[in-house]
């Protein structure tokens, strides 16, 4: 029956031509287990371009939405999974395509006549690349914006056209809504119809020349790609995909904030394939960081592009091809040195936005004081402020603490007057509670929190955070005890005549003049 | 081309690798399916809740005149936070009872409107006409306005709408 409606068909569009192109391509006898990672990449390609057509049901493009929509996805078990295929999907077809280029190379697989075979996956590698690039900056959260500042910043360090690249790169003045849909319409639309174009002239040029077989020639008649070639692709791509299944399955890393232009302590870090161009990067200061960012990148680009020139004879063994197999050898062990040299360069500070800041745990007192919880709780108007979303920018937060009327109007009495240092500390607690439960801390620390995200903040920096009119304070307890703390700060001036501290002394209460110098003491 | 048939495999080997490879393949195609098609048909449930909002002041109503009132609900649609207008009638009986009837003409949704002259609701749509209890009178309408919990907030008398 089944049979009878191919032989149907086939009368009339010639359908069984695509078995006998897809399974009887013969191959040359000896052909094996390495020649499984073109199917494995085509695989993965497959896989994200399903997964990520699927996300864009819910994903909206916007800065208001993004982080809102991705949070959406992964709220359950299915979005989580996609989302985390797509996400290891992007890795394991980098790896695939890197493994796929070495074995390319090994072989001597780019020797006449395969130089444009050749020549289309270096493009098929520099687009994969690029989706990278793009989608990392989907999600919208600290990760994402971060890392697109710095690329952009990178791409303006290119001679003569950087800032124009840049601008392109950007869309509008600021990275903002304008990057954001021109990045998605790259990564959904542009560049796949690339990709799609440039794989399909790969394919086509390969099943042309036929693929180049073992080093050396082995005797007997070629054989077919199907069964025995399939079967070895299908056991590699699924060992390939349940890892990848497995990891998705494993999780996401989690989604840091929303993206936060003014937030200075967050510490951008790359996506591990482009931490090897990171740490090149910070050998390279000032006016040479265009050799590490462009130059050393772009030589490196054309050496691979131009290989088949370069390496003109007909010898394939890579024992025979020393100059060739030695500066690849030495290339991937500087790719594997600069990643894991990138890798295990962290910023000790990184782990400080993890911790609840002295701003965030004055917050909390405030947020008490402003009766926020007339509206934000379980029975009320609006979600409890352990589960609002903190997808808003921080103008639009800092105008809602310091006058919520202004964003909904008329849904609650006028609110108690806030400052602006107490509106940013609201926003820090807040930006806190929703990540983690708070944690409780002893009293007295409550009460220099509240002192320091009033007054001190303004002028001084503990951790990274605060004005810089001031000393720093994160390790003054190393210098000074309680009680001179004290005298200091309830008259600056007897200590020091020609200080620009105000005096605290009448406008604090003893036990906060208490807590704020017992305090700064055990900072050490 | 004719097929070649690859007789380095011997035919039971073949019926293996042939089985091996539907296997797989089927296998993968049937997880992504299922993943992609859950993924697809079944969204996150919304999380939105019914909130008592306020709906006015009593002195603001007259006794047995239904008084139209455009409240403005909190609304989870997915990954976006509305803000959705909605109109309501609230029926006061000029004592301590207050009824709320939706403003949604029960027939194809369009809102209805109070005709103060005749004493009825009336949908511009398709004609169904109400009484100001919300019962059908003429018309399409398959069942009377929905009515939505009201109450009096005793301590400064105004009206509480749950939606």
């Known amino acids: 029956m089944i049979g009878r409606l191919i032989d149907w068909l086939h009368d009339r569009t010639g359908i069984r031509t695509i078995r006998e192109v897809l399974f009887d391509e013969p191959l040359p006898p000896g052909t094996g287990w390495f020649f499984t990672l073109g199917s494995v990449l085509l695989a993965l390609i497959g896989i994200q371009v399903l997964t990520g057509a699927f996300l864009t049901l819910y994903y909206a493009p916007t800065p208001d939405h993004a982080y809102d929509s991705v949070r959406f996805i992964s709220s359950t078990t299915a979005g989580r999974l996609v989302r985390g295929l797509h996400h290891f999907g992007a890795s394991f077809i980098v790896v695939a395509a890197a493994l796929h280029m070495l074995r390319v190379i090994g072989f001597g697989s780019y020797k006449p006549p395969r130089e444009l075979t050749w020549l289309s996956g270096l493009g098929a590698l520099g687009l994969i690349l690029a989706f990278a690039l793009t989608g990392y900056l989907l999600p919208w959260d600290q990760r994402a914006y971060w890392a697109t500042v710095v690329t952009i910043n990178i791409s303006k360090l290119a001679p003569v056209a950087g800032d124009v690249v840049a601008g392109i790169m950007r869309g509008g003045s600021a990275i903002g809504a304008l990057t954001l849909t021109r990045w998605y319409a790259a990564h959904v639309i542009f560049l796949p119809a690339i990709l799609i174009a440039i794989v399909a002239a790969h394919l086509v040029l390969m099943r042309r020349q036929g693929i180049s077989g073992p080093v050396r020639t082995h005797k007997g008649p070629s054989t077919a790609f199907f069964p025995a070639q399939t079967a070895r692709d299908v056991t590699v791509v699924s060992i390939v995909v349940i890892a990848l299944f497995v990891l998705a399955w494993r999780g996401m890393p989690a989604m840091e904030g929303p993206a936060d232009p003014t937030d200075a302590t967050f510490i951008p870090r790359p996506e591990w394939y482009f931490l090897g161009l990171f740490q090149l990067l910070k050998y390279f200061p000032g006016k040479l960081e265009v050799v590490g960012a462009i130059i050393i990148p772009t030589v490196l680009g054309a050496l691979l592009a131009l290989l088949p020139w370069l390496d003109r004879g007909p010898e394939r063994d890579p024992r025979r091809r020393r100059v060739v197999t030695v500066g690849v050898l030495v290339g991937v062990v500087a790719v594997v040195a600069l990643t894991t040299l990138g890798w295990r360069d962290k910023p000790a500070s990184a782990a400080a936005a993890d911790t609840w800041s002295m701003r965030a745990i004055g917050g909390r007192q405030f947020a008490a004081n402003a009766k926020c919880a007339r509206c934000h709780s379980e029975s009320g108007m609006a979600d409890p402020l352990e589960q609002v979303s903190m997808s808003r920018g921080p103008e639009w937060l800092a105008g809602h603490v310091a006058d919520p009327e202004m964003i909904a109007p008329g849904l609650r009495e006028p609110p108690a007057a806030v400052t602006e240092r107490e509106a940013a500390a609201l926003v820090a607690y807040v930006r806190q509670v929703t990540r983690e439960p708070y944690p409780g801390y002893p009293q007295p620390i409550e009460t220099a929190a509240g002192v320091w995200a009033r007054y001190c903040v303004g002028c001084h920096v503990i951790d990274g955070d605060g004005g810089s009119d001031g000393p720093e304070l994160s390790h003054i307890g190393s210098k000074h005890d309680t009680a001179a703390l004290r005298e200091w700060i309830v008259d600056p001036e007897a200590a020091k005549p020609d200080t620009d501290m105000p005096a605290f002394g009448k406008r604090l209460t003893a036990a906060q003049l208490d807590a704020i110098a017992q305090y700064l003491a055990n900072r050490k | ?163």
């Not at chain 2, 089985?19 to 993968?28: M, T």
């Not at chain 2, 455009?70 to 009638?89: C, H």
């Not at chain 2, 609701?121 to 939505?148: A, M, T």
């Open chain 2, 1 to 163: 081309m004719s097929h070649p048939v690859d007789s380095s495999v011997s035919p039971g080997r073949r019926r293996a690798l042939v089985l091996l490879v539907n296997g797989a393949v089927a296998a993968i195609g049937g997880a992504l399916s299922a993943l992609l098609g859950v993924f697809a048909l079944k969204p996150a449930a919304a999380a939105s809740r019914d909130r008592w909002i306020r709906a006015g002041a009593l002195s603001d109503l007259e006794p047995s005149v239904p008084a139209v009132r455009v409240l403005v609900v909190p609304r989870i649609d997915g990954w976006y936070r509305a803000r959705a207008p909605q109109t309501v009638f609230l029926v006061w009986d000029g004592k301590k009872d207050v009824r709320a009837v939706s403003a949604t003409c029960t027939h194809l949704g369009c809102q209805v409107h109070w005709d103060g002259k005749d004493h009825k609701f009336r949908c511009p749509c398709h004609g169904g006409v109400y009484d100001p209890s919300g019962k059908v009178l003429e018309g399409p309408p398959p069942r009377p306005l929905d009515s939505l919990d009201a109450r009096i907030d005793s301590a400064d008398d105004t009206v509480l709408v749950r939606l």
